[in-house]
């Protein structure tokens, strides 16, 4: 779990204001995803990126939502114009690339507030 | 349409108890099968997994049972401790193919009474 680096692990947004919220994968692992966690909810799946590819987003909102696996650098998960229903934790997680890809791991978090 | 489905919502147990935890899911290609616990403030960490050739999987406190043709699995935590307290969500996904994305449960909180 702890691996996987993410940060700022809290994020103040006002409404309008962009979020950037970035990941590094654990050292091996070269399989992203983001999981948005709702209060009271389960973790909904929003994007699989490999290196410099978006393999399924079929979970990201059509708007304002935008994630990328730059080649080098961490993985960044991008919302423009944030509304209040941003508000959520949203986690980052990693798999091998050797055919294992099954156990994913996650990082801590980043805890997105809009006000 | 939820995939997959958690009961009971909430648990309670006395501490030295057996907490059992169920979860449903929809689709029969599904054959990875993952518990997670994650704490307040944290993030999800694995805690015991199952693939469908095998009916249970047992590693330390935590067992896991497997009914294929329930499609149906279970965490047991034996001799439960205040520690456990924590949220608890099922998950399955596909092992083969380019997506390995997990489909979760919306997760159970388990309070232990000391």
């Known amino acids: 779990n702890a691996g996987v680096m993410q940060n700022p692990r809290h994020l103040v947004r006002r409404r309008g204001q962009e979020a950037r919220l970035r990941c590094s994968p654990m050292k091996g692992h070269s399989h992203v995803y983001w999981y948005r966690q709702l209060p009271e909810e389960g973790l909904k799946f929003m994007v699989y990126?490999?290196?410099?590819?978006?393999?399924?987003e079929s979970g990201m909102p059509k708007e304002r939502f935008s994630a990328e696996f730059p080649k080098e650098g961490p993985s960044i998960l991008r919302i423009q114009q944030v509304v209040r229903g941003d508000s959520a934790a949203y986690f980052c997680?990693?798999?091998?690339?050797?055919?294992?890809?099954?156990?994913?791991?996650f990082g801590e978090g980043s805890w997105l507030t809009v006000v | 349409q939820q995939q997959v489905k958690q009961s009971p919502q909430s648990l309670i147990v006395q501490k030295g108890g057996i907490s059992i935890i169920n979860c449903a899911y929809e689709?029969?290609?599904?054959?990875?099968f993952p518990w997670y616990q994650q704490f307040p403030g944290k993030g999800p960490a694995l805690l015991i997994a199952i693939r469908p050739d095998v009916s249970e999987k047992k590693e330390g406190r935590f067992t896991i049972s497997f009914n294929k043709s329930a499609k149906q699995f279970s965490l047991h935590i034996m001799d439960s401790q205040p520690g456990d307290s924590a949220t608890y969500f099922c998950?399955?996904?596909?092992?083969?193919?380019?997506?390995?994305?997990?489909?979760f449960g919306k997760g159970i909180t388990l309070s232990v009474r000391p």
């Open positions: 689709n029969t290609a599904f054959d990875y």
């Open positions: 990126l490999q290196k410099e590819n978006i393999i399924d």
């Open positions: 997680a990693s798999s091998p690339s050797d055919g294992t890809g099954n156990t994913i791991y």
């Open positions: 998950a399955a996904s596909f092992s083969t193919g380019a997506n390995s994305k997990l489909t």
